[in-house]
């Protein structure tokens, strides 16, 4: 499989502090990098990062609040001053246009690239290559705000090395083909199909990213066996009355959700700057659901 990693850059709640900045997730998949997010302090947290400015190809933006957008423009504007060429796409919920026209007139904000700006309306997929798609979904916040989940396409079944040379299939596009699908002929006109010497097709990577969000039906059924759910984790289950009050879940939320959605792996983000220490949020998360970890700043997961 190919390689595909998540750098939490940010992983607090509101404000940035000293131990957590704002939220922002990157996905680094094939050296192609798509980010969710873009808190305060996010192009600092690239920086400090193994990350590579230029292989930044899309923004997600899941709603408005400045902890998830403020980072934006100056990341932006950074973008066009290290001498950038190459399109980007920005997604985001209706008015995130409006915003960059403001700055854009009042000349805070000056991009020398093409950026392509693409208010979500509906849910559905995004974005598509050859490789994988993004899809959204609307989830349960105090304001618009979008679910995104990452699916890579299946992939080819596992070639056996050792099956095609009893066979006698040479090295080479012979082979290429076979792991495309397609019948092959030798030369002593022996005709070899796909399935004699190829496994059956993996199911491609499903990563999903929900922030800020109570506990909805959206957020489940964009989560269906992830193999990643990265989930707001803002209180602890005392304050969860607060918490779906203003949007938000707490740690046994996200991990009941986990569950409920039959993910493999949670990721717990989005802490309230109230927890100098999180371990209390990820130990009451894990007796709901025990493949449950903590997200820390400019942390890398494997998927």
């Known amino acids: 499989m190919h390689p595909l990693t998540l750098t ?13 900045s704002s939220s922002a997730v990157a996905l680094d998949y094939q050296g192609e990098i798509l980010l969710f997010d873009c808190g305060e302090s996010t192009q600092m947290q690239i920086m400090k990062s193994t990350l590579r400015w230029g292989k930044l190809a899309a923004i997600f933006i899941g709603h408005l609040h400045g902890d998830h957008f403020n980072g934006l423009p100056g990341l932006l504007a ?6 950038r ?26 991009t020398n690239y093409p950026l392509e700006v693409f208010e979500i309306k509906k849910a559905g997929v995004l974005l598509e290559t050859d490789h994988y798609y993004v899809e959204t979904r609307f989830i349960d916040h105090i ?16 070639f056996d090395v050792k099956r095609a040379e009893a066979l006698g299939v040479p ?18 006109g022996r005709k070899i199909r796909p399935e004699e010497v190829v496994g059956p097709k993996r199911s491609g990577r499903r990563v999903v990213y929900c922030l800020d969000s109570r506990p909805c039906s959206e957020a489940i059924q964009l989560s269906q066996k992830a193999d990643c759910l990265i989930h707001e984790a803002t209180f602890e289950a005392c304050l969860g009355e607060e918490a779906h009050e203003w949007g938000h879940s707490t740690s046994q939320d996200a991990a009941r959700l986990a569950k409920e959605a039959q993910v493999k792996k949670l990721i717990l983000t989005h802490i309230s700057q109230r927890y100098d220490q999180a371990k209390p949020l990820l130990e009451e998360a894990q007796v709901i659901f025990p493949n449950t970890l903590l997200a820390e700043d400019l942390k890398i997961f494997e998927v």
């Open 8 to 20: 939490t850059l940010g992983t607090g709640a509101g404000r940035p502090s000293l131990h957590r």
């Open 78 to 83: 950074t973008l066009s001053m290290s001498d």
């Open 85 to 110: 060429e190459a399109p980007l796409k920005l997604f985001g919920p209706e008015g995130i246009t409006d915003i960059l026209s403001v700055l854009r007139k009042h000349r805070v904000l000056y």
């Open 143 to 158: 304001i618009p705000c979008w679910g995104y989940a990452f699916q890579e396409k299946d992939l080819p079944g596992v």
């Open 171 to 188: 090295h080479g596009p012979l082979r290429g083909k076979l792991v495309r699908g397609q019948e092959i002929q030798l030369e002593d």
